[in-house]
């Protein structure tokens, strides 16, 4: 990396080289301003010159003067080099308090606005600027760093600013000429934003650039650091060795799609700070999973962030947990919303948003096996699940919406213009894995009654849930499908295969009914290769006339029959365990429809199947983050990392990298094989495993068990591949070169088993009173196979 300071009349960089790649030319390339009475001052124009010197790898600019009598700025810019990287030290003065309408520290002119492809976050979210699609866009976000990014020569750089006690936030512009500007500022107080008025709260705007409100600059000095550090972005972000799939396209879209929803840093939801109100839906419980697939630890530690805000702002001191969040009220019901921007819809009580609440903190609780964090959860948890258990005012297990039945015209879920009603599906299965989830997190906190009572309301919510529709449930034995909702009058509704009701009941498996779980799958496919469908739809056929808002008839129209990839996970997850081809013959289809579009619509219509709706949908991924999770088994659990592949034979071969816990794992994938490795441990077995590791010690746990199955102490790398696990017969071959100390776990107490080398006799050896076997060994050769049978 390598810039040029230019100084004499004006200040600035005019030229800036990463990895080979100039990406900064110009005369007006990086400098600072302040913006003060309409007028911009800035270190392009100076009052004087300023003075340079040199001393080793420290460079220094000093005396940088600019302003007229309204403001006196002064500056001195000092750069050092170490470790690759540039670090840009910005010493401000200024000589009097004012109220700033911008201002710059420093802004970046790139060459052009293709020069990145986007900006990751330091919470995780993503200025893209495909999205950038007009002259004057502008985005502003509240963060202190930015990885810029361009997959296409593998360039990037990392900005990140140090300015301790201080605000940061940073704005990128599309200009005028097509370049990309991209401003830091740093302020006493988080700058707010300028519009909507009234709210105060969009952060994309289009045709200016003005995004943040002004805001007061006090005199005196301020002093902070800018680090350039450049990367590149495959090895940084790069996936692994992808087979039977275009792993290029895996990445883009986890790179992109998945992560376009999250607006700031303490607002992740699905849609996409490019859509004009800028909604985030509360009421999606997958906006945690998706950090399994953009596996980045930024993600998950801004998500952490983002359910704090909610928990301390859209959480009613009731318990009930306010649907939505925008940019504006328009579609907010009458009184109904916040001064922080959270509301219920206009549509209805989208009452989904209470579970998804608790699924997101559970399933980011795996994927950060953050304990002491979920525990700060733990009491608002409580309250959001029993505002909503208390629903079920009929003591059947099944709680009840707000509207009682569908003439009333108002919603209850996701599916905001179909009037579900009373005893809703699409709620209760929500509210099902809610309810698994949380009672886990509950047992882990030591809190066993809880624990006992929602797993307790889970069992009765299912029994119920499966009961046929004439006996209180919701399978409806004529169609084939689980009814979308029961109008209290008894009347049954949405008997069209409402694909999110049905997928959910397998995926979270309230049905575990092989035989239902056949009929279901088998009628969906049998009509997707009738139709030619690329994706799945909201409901196979059309809604009962009165069942949906006026504006879904004919069928097919939006949410009566159109294609809305966010159900994509789910619908992966049902099918990766029946068959695995059809899940992949799928996120194939999303894949292809990624390098003709991008994805960057809301959904896509029935007839033509083209991309339809400006509200773009992160969810749009979730097929391919159904990819990582039930295709090739990647589930991060809270205390260990757990494998549970459902492969196809031309997927062998594939060796995945993921971030786990502040290290980097290779997954292979092979035919009936399957590992995970670390720098020092690696765990190969035919079946699923959990797997994990401190430096000298692994942890083997068979199957979906979240107990340790065996423990291996060592100081040297070691490898097991595991034959056989059951109660009295253990086996595995070993790769170690010094001795390891085992403990073989969850054993019969104070019995005896044996335990050969390579199938001669070594010794008999009894397990203590916690049924632990304790074996000491120090391996003769590199590799043995050691059996311990009861």
Partial sequence: MSLTLNYGEGAGITSLVVNGQKVVSSAGGIFTSVTVGGITYSSLHLTKKPAFSKIGNVYRLSNISYGDKSLIVKENWIFKIANGAIKWTIERITDKPVIAAGEATPVFNFDSINTWEGAYQGYGGLAWFYLFNEKLCTYGVHTRSSDFWNSKNDNGLNITVDAPGKNVAMKYTRTNDDKLAYTISVSDKELLLKYEAGTNRRRFIRGKTDVWAAFNMRAGLSKQSITFTPFDFSKKYGRGIFKGIDGDKVGAVLNTIARIGVIDSLHFGGNSWHTPYGPICLHEQYIAQLGLGINDPKFLMGDQ????????????????????????????GPGQFNSDGFYEAQWG??????????????ELYDLTGDKAWVKTHQLSCEKVLQWILNRDSNNNGLVEMMNDNSSQKKSSDWIDIVWASYENAFVNANLYHALVKWADIERQLNNQSKAKYYADFAEKLKASFNRPT???GFWDEEKGCYDYWRDKDG???????VTPVNFMAIAYRICDNDTRRKTILDNIEAQMVKENLFFWPLAMST????EASRQQYPFPAYENGDLFLSWGSVAVKAYAEYDPALALKYVRNVLNQYSKDGLAFQRYGRLKQDGLGDDILSGNSLAIVGLYQAVYGINPLYNRFYLDPHITPELAGTVLTYNFRNEKL???LDNNSYSVANKIFKVTANKSFGFNASKTELSYFNGKSADVSLRARTVSSLAIDVQNWDTDHMEWRQHVTKPVIYTVCQLEPNATYRLSVNGSKAQDVKSNFKGELIINYTPKSTDETILIIK
Avoid: C, Q
């Fill in 305 to 332: 962030s983002s359910l704090d805000y909610y928990r301390d702002h859209a959480v009613k001191p009731d318990g009930r947990v306010y649907s939505r969040w925008a940019y504006t009220n328009e579609d907010a």
């Fill in 349 to 362: 009580t989208l009452m989904d948003s209470n579970p998804d609440f608790v699924t997101n903190i559970a």
């Fill in 470 to 472: 004439n006996e209180g």
């Fill in 491 to 497: 009347s049954m509704h949405g008997r069209n295969m």
């Fill in 543 to 546: 809604y009962a006339p009165g």
């Fill in 666 to 668: 290779t997954i292979s």
